[in-house]
C-alpha cells in the first residue's frame, strides 16, 4: 500500500514540474496621436512563480480606431529572455492584430486574430515567443454603476512552422479577469489563465497570473478647440 501511494505521489509531483506558472506584470500609456489613431508603449516583465525572471519585453504599437467593429493594430516588441543557466538571449517580434467586436448595450462580443512573427528565425523554441497564429474569441460585461467589466476570453495556437510539430494547432488558453476603471485616465486589469500546450515533445498545464496598469495620456481640452 505504501509503494502504491509513493508512485502515486511521484507521478504527481513530476506532472506538476512539468507544469508553467508565471506572474506577468505590464505598465503602459496611450495617446491618441491623430484623430482615432491611438499610439501605445509598454513594458512588460515575466516571473517565474519561483521568483526567476522569465522573459523582459517593451513594446510600441499603432491601432486604428476608425471603425467601431474592426481595430486593426500592429505591435513591436523588443525581448530579453533570461536562461536558468544564465545565459540572455535577444529577439524581435511583430504582431499583426484584427480585432473584430459588437457590443450589444453592456455586452461585448469580439474576435481577435494575431499573427507573431519573429525576426532571426523561423524555428519552433516551444514557448510564446515562437512564431504563431492565434485565435481568440472573448465576451466582455461592462457591470452597470461599477467600474469593473468582467471578460472571459479562449485563444488557439496554430505553429505554422514546418517541422514535426508544425503546422498544426498546439496549445489552447482560457482566461478570465476583470479590467477596473480607476478615478482619472487609470485602469487596472487583472486576469488569471489557464492553458494547455500539446503537439509537443513535452506537453505541460500553465497557470498565469497577469496584472496590468495602463495609463491614457489624454489630449487638453485646449488642443481640441478649432480655432476661429
Same mark, same amino acid.
Given at each position: ?14 506532472? =506538476? ?39 523582459? !519585453?517593451?513594446?510600441?504599437? %499603432? $491601432?486604428?480606431? /476608425? ?5 486593426? &493594430? ?50 519552433? &523554441? ?6 504563431? !497564429? ?17 471578460? @472571459? &476570453?479562449?485563444?488557439?495556437? =496554430? ?9 498544426? !494547432?498546439?496549445?489552447?488558453? @482560457? ?18 489563465? =489557464?492553458?494547455? $500546450?500539446?503537439?509537443?515533445? %513535452?506537453?505541460?498545464?500553465? /497557470?498565469? @497570473? &497577469?496584472?496590468? =496598469? ?6 487638453? $481640452?485646449?488642443?481640441? $478647440?478649432?480655432?476661429?
Amino acid at each position: 500500500m505504501r509503494q502504491i501511494l509513493f508512485v502515486f505521489c511521484a507521478l504527481s509531483l513530476s506532472s =506538476y514540474a512539468q507544469d508553467r506558472s508565471e506572474i506577468w506584470l505590464g505598465a503602459g500609456a496611450k495617446r491618441e496621436v491623430s484623430k482615432d489613431l491611438i499610439l501605445g508603449v509598454q513594458s512588460n516583465v515575466r516571473i517565474q512563480t519561483s521568483g526567476n525572471v522569465q522573459t523582459l !519585453f517593451q513594446e510600441i504599437g %499603432i $491601432k486604428s480606431e /476608425h471603425l467601431k467593429w474592426f481595430r486593426p &493594430s500592429i505591435d513591436y516588441r523588443f525581448i530579453t529572455s533570461y536562461a536558468l543557466n544564465g545565459n540572455t538571449t535577444y529577439s524581435n517580434r511583430f504582431n499583426f492584430n484584427a480585432d473584430f467586436r459588437q457590443k450589444v448595450k453592456e455586452v461585448k462580443l469580439g474576435l481577435r486574430m494575431r499573427y507573431q512573427v519573429v525576426i532571426g528565425g523561423g524555428g519552433s &523554441s516551444g514557448t510564446d515567443l515562437d512564431p504563431a !497564429f492565434r485565435i481568440k474569441p472573448y465576451v466582455e460585461y461592462a457591470i452597470p454603476k461599477t467600474r469593473f467589466t468582467p471578460e @472571459f &476570453s479562449t485563444e488557439f495556437f =496554430y505553429n505554422p512552422v514546418y517541422g514535426p510539430f508544425g503546422r498544426q !494547432f498546439n496549445r489552447v488558453r @482560457f482566461g478570465l479577469g476583470t479590467t477596473i476603471d480607476l478615478p482619472g485616465p487609470h485602469t487596472l486589469a487583472f486576469t488569471y489563465y =489557464y492553458g494547455r $500546450k500539446f503537439a509537443t515533445k %513535452i506537453p505541460y498545464n500553465e /497557470h498565469l @497570473f &497577469s496584472l496590468e =496598469y495602463s495609463f491614457e495620456w489624454r489630449k487638453a $481640452k485646449a488642443d481640441k $478647440k478649432v480655432s476661429e
